[in-house]
């Protein structure tokens, strides 16, 4: 056994027997601290003294059943050991039936003295008593564990077992459920939200180069790509330092029919100048609505890209005009176009 010393609180009792460690439990707050004392006092005590201390806070009767050798074991514990075991009697005291909280108390000790088989099935007890069955299976079974020569535990056990198995496999089915929900849930999120986002020019420009072959205004540079993981949506924005911008959008789910007006052009002033244009591009009808501003002119449209259908919408400011396609955007809309061949 240990001698008094200081030891590694993580690696306690690591000396002793079950049998040893379960008539540990018996010794009372009060034998424990009459050791502390003795230590603090550092002098030996005879069996006499001690038996005499000991008759001073022990009944008679227990005295006279355990013997002094009951509780001779107590003076090799080390201080470590010691302290713990006061600990554990005082969170024992304060789990009277009268008390709150006693299972986290009983969960406290068992954690302290996992040997303690007295408390395992008084945790047992907590959750049969609140009428959780599943718990008070899962915490009888280590009760066995630690006193697998309990036959009655054992009993209590296989019986137990045998009556929670249909709850528990309805709880395995609604835990599946419950994770396939989760999953879904996600795999939506990740629809509609988990976008991968480059200002790679490189990425854009082969966004691009799955929607249309045509010539990009010269004045507007790849600026944004947003790629949906799952649907293979691409947005592809091209701008400048200006007010010019295009941008394109394509998935597999498009179809081939041109935005809504955006709601700044339902309260902007009447156009000078509109136009639609409307030809086939790749088998696929396309259409694109050209409308002039007096400091800006836009592009709404759709057409048959690569891979998909696409959408297009653009905004070019005049004063930028010098910098794009000779013709504005009129002339750039026919790029679209198929050449006609004779």
Not at 32 to 52: K, N, P, S
Not at 59 to 84: C, H, T, V, W
Not at 227 to 232: A, C, E, K, L, P
Not at 325 to 342: A, D, L, R
Request: with cysteine; net charge negative; proline share 5%.
């Amino acid at each position: 056994m240990a001698r008094p010393h200081e030891s590694d609180p993580n690696d306690l009792f690591g000396s002793y027997s079950d049998d040893e460690k379960r008539k540990m439990s018996e010794w009372t707050l009060e034998t424990l601290e009459l050791e502390r004392d003795r230590r603090q006092q550092q002098h030996e005590v005879l069996d006499e003294e001690l038996l005499e201390r000991l008759s001073g806070i022990a009944p008679p009767d227990q005295l006279a059943a355990k013997g002094i050798e009951f509780y001779r074991p107590m003076q090799q514990l080390s201080n470590d050991e010691l302290e713990r075991l006061i600990e554990i009697r005082k969170l024992y005291l304060s789990s009277s039936p009268y008390s709150s909280g006693r299972i986290e108390i009983y969960k406290r000790i068992s954690k302290a003295a996992p040997w303690d088989e007295t408390c395992l099935l008084r945790i047992v007890a907590e959750y049969e008593e609140s009428d959780e069955p599943l718990n008070a299976c899962d915490w009888l079974a280590k009760a066995v564990d630690v006193n697998p020569s309990n036959t009655s535990s054992r009993a209590k056990l296989d019986g137990l077992t045998a009556a929670t198995a249909g709850l528990r496999r309805r709880i395995r089915i609604l835990r599946f459920v419950s994770y396939a929900s989760a999953a879904c849930v996600v795999l939506l999120l990740a629809w509609s939200a988990g976008y991968r986002i480059s200002w790679d020019e490189t990425k854009v420009l082969e966004a691009v180069a799955g929607m249309v072959d045509t010539k990009i205004p010269s004045d507007v540079v790849p600026d944004i790509l947003i790629r949906h993981v799952f649907t293979g949506y691409e947005r592809v924005k091209f701008s400048n330092l200006g007010g010019s911008y295009l941008i394109l959008v394509t998935s597999p789910f498009r179809r081939l029919q041109h935005l809504s007006v955006p709601k700044s052009e339902l309260t902007a002033a009447e156009p000078s100048e509109a136009k639609t244009s409307r030809f086939t591009i790749r088998g696929g009808e396309a259409e694109f609505i050209y409308k002039k501003y007096n400091r800006h002119e836009t592009v709404l449209g759709y057409f048959q890209g690569k891979k998909h259908p696409v959408s297009l919408r653009a905004r070019f400011e005049s004063a930028d005009r010098d910098t794009y396609s000779t013709g504005g955007p009129p002339e750039w809309i026919q790029t679209f176009e198929p050449q006609k061949t004779n």
